[in-house]
């Protein structure tokens, strides 16, 4: 069955270092990895996706890339702040008819900036 | 837009009480989603609805939960009777039908079973 598995469960950092979040996947027709951001008390949000024809995708700080062949992607978060901790899930989703992602979730990384 | 709505944010019920919540999508977006996250088994898609009509409730539990959508602009989750492990955070999720299909999701009920 589809199945994604995250690493690591919790991820203590200082302040500026930099993050690394890695999932796998098992459903090789896997074809969409977005990563959600979840601050307590709130729900998911979007904050960076890829699609399985691009290999790394950048946006300011965070970046996503993806290993079809090993069926792994990660995200990283360069310069962290106390502000980039929450608990940060992936997810992989295959193409559906009609074209929408039933999202498939990792267990979460619960990240902690240290100033 | 004011993203995502869902109500209420909080939910205390003793056990055997029928319990609703409600969710109000981003306007436009054509699929609706409700997920359940607990601690032991995360985020949980439990059913999701494409132009109102639901098309896979594979993820709802047991007959004691049920889903509608009325309407574009409107949906429920009902739990009749509540149990004490239902206690969970549900979320409402809605996406486009155009475009990158992204999840936007509500900031989710609390409820708690006791």
């Known amino acids: 069955g589809e199945n994604v598995e995250q690493h690591p469960s919790t991820l203590s950092v200082q302040e500026g270092d930099s993050a690394v979040i890695k999932c796998t996947y098992s459903d090789s027709a896997s074809n969409y990895f977005p990563w959600y951001k979840q601050e307590l008390g709130k729900g998911p949000q979007l904050i960076i996706d890829i699609r399985s024809n691009v290999g790394e995708k950048k946006d300011q700080r965070i970046a996503v890339t993806l290993n079809k062949t090993a069926k792994h992607f990660s995200l990283h978060i360069t310069e962290t702040q106390p502000e980039d901790s929450a608990v940060y899930f992936c997810?992989?989703?295959?193409?559906?008819?009609?074209?929408?992602?039933?999202?498939?979730f990792g267990a979460g990384t619960r990240l902690a900036v240290h100033p | 837009d004011a993203g995502v709505i869902q109500s209420p944010r909080h939910e205390v019920t003793e056990m055997g009480q029928e319990v609703t919540l409600r969710c109000k999508p981003i306007?436009?977006?054509?699929?609706l989603f409700w997920y359940r996250q607990t601690m032991m088994r995360g985020l949980e898609l439990l059913i999701y609805?494409?132009?109102?009509?639901?098309?896979?409730d594979s993820g709802m539990p047991e007959d004691r939960f049920s889903a509608k959508m009325p309407n574009a602009s409107f949906s429920t989750l009902k739990i009749q009777p509540s149990e004490p492990r239902d206690s969970a955070v549900y979320f409402c999720a809605s996406s486009p039908s155009r475009g990158e299909h992204e999840q936007y999701f509500g900031p989710g009920t609390r409820l708690t079973v006791t």
């Open positions: 997810a992989a989703s295959r193409p559906r008819p009609g074209g929408y992602n039933k999202l498939i």
């Open positions: 609805f494409n132009n109102n009509v639901p098309i896979d």
């Open positions: 306007s436009g977006h054509d699929y």
